[in-house]
């Protein structure tokens, strides 16, 4: 066994740890049975494609069982990643649609197709590399080629989709709670890292395998992406995201379209803006770190979307910045005192956290706390 293929199979061995372990905790989990369904099948389509090296190696003559299967879990693997993204963050269809069950179903039948033929035919495709005669290995071999084309296309649409929704779903917790940057989001900043590093590795492979003469990326170098990737992905896996009430608006809904049919009329969100300031000013209701859209709305008696509404139409703000803004003006006299530290003016603010503090002062301000200190010394 060479050097190049001893790092190899160690990298393999890594990667099948680390999905392994993966798929494991997925199966001890009991809560949230669509989320770990579809990271099952992430899971498994990992094992299956990070196995091939020692299947090579170890088992050769197996070769021609599992490549056929290869093609099912690289084709399942974009639209389980989509649904897993969904059910993470609340949004998951109620049932899988047919668009996403297409591209597995035909690749299933192409993969049965390959087990009906003979196994000199299999082997001389899937160990020899070449195309044995016959109309039949002639046809599965260009289903094949074409389902292959088809995953770049479709896996680059699922990536735009699911980076779509990861968007969508941060702007959502910013519109209903006050300690967004608190709530850990770092699982969203994870998976995208995992999907754009994972599928441009994958489709250089892919690309380079059937559209080039040789591979564009070396294996050792896709195994250690992929294995960075799971360690990212196990890390924030089992986060669980707070639950946020269900939108009703169109996917491509503007600030003007999402509150077209609101019965909140201009003069009654103007009234509504007034009430809010005053719920501020008085109640101070910005300290309390767990204020919610739902509580703020219950303080002025109006509904959450009312609310919500008003802050985005009258006053142009999310209800995570609004909170902020009165935060980070509580915050100003107490920082150009200097009597206090930087945490404990945060805590007395509202904010949870003295990083969350520093990037909503940043924000606002566009100076840290010693820099705004240093600046407005003498400020009264």
Not at 232 to 255: C, G, Y
Not at 340 to 351: E, K, Q, W
């Amino acid at each position: 066994m060479g050097m190049s293929n001893a790092a190899l199979l160690t990298l393999a061995g890594l990667c099948l740890g680390l999905a392994l372990s993966g798929l494991l905790g997925v199966a001890l989990r009991k809560d949230r049975p669509r989320e770990r369904l579809a990271l099952a099948v992430v899971y498994v389509s990992f094992i299956g494609m990070i196995a091939l090296p020692i299947v090579k190696t170890f088992a050769a003559g197996a070769l021609i069982h599992t490549m056929p299967v290869l093609l099912v879990l690289l084709l399942a693997l974009p639209p389980a990643l989509y649904h897993f993204v969904a059910a993470k963050t609340g949004q998951a269809p109620s049932h899988i649609p047919w668009r996403d069950r297409a591209l597995p179903l035909a690749a299933t039948l192409v993969c049965i197709g390959y087990w009906t033929l003979s196994t000199e035919a299999k082997e001389t495709m899937f160990i020899a590399g070449d195309l044995p005669p016959g109309v039949w290995p002639a046809t599965l071999a260009l289903l094949t080629f074409g389902l292959i084309m088809l995953w770049l296309i479709a896996s680059f649409a699922y990536l735009v989709a699911i980076l779509h929704r990861l968007a969508a779903y941060r702007k959502r917790i910013r519109d209903l709670f006050s300690d967004a940057d608190d709530r850990d989001q770092r699982w969203i900043d994870g998976i995208i890292a995992v999907l754009v590093m994972i599928w441009a590795a994958g489709a250089a492979s892919i690309a380079g395998d059937n559209l080039a003469r040789g591979p564009w990326l070396i294996e050792e170098v896709f195994l250690l992406l992929i294995a960075v990737g799971l360690m990212v992905l196990n890390s924030f896996a089992p986060i669980n995201p707070p639950d946020t009430p269900p939108e009703v608006e169109d996917k491509e809904s503007t600030p003007e379209t999402k509150y077209a049919r609101s019965a909140l009329t201009q003069d009654h969100a103007a009234k509504l803006a007034d009430r809010l300031q005053t719920a501020m000013q008085k109640d101070a209701l910005y300290l309390d770190p767990a204020l919610s859209l739902q509580k703020l709305s219950q303080q002025v008696g109006a509904l959450p979307n009312h609310v919500s509404q008003t802050l985005n139409q009258e006053i142009g703000a999310t209800f995570f910045d609004y909170v902020s803004r009165w935060r980070i003006e509580a915050s100003k006299p107490r920082i150009t005192a200097g009597t206090a530290s930087v945490l404990d003016v945060a805590m007395d603010v509202g904010f949870n956290s003295r990083s969350a503090f520093y990037k909503a002062f940043k924000r606002e301000t566009g100076m840290t706390p010693k820099d705004y200190r240093k600046a407005h010394g003498g400020a009264v």
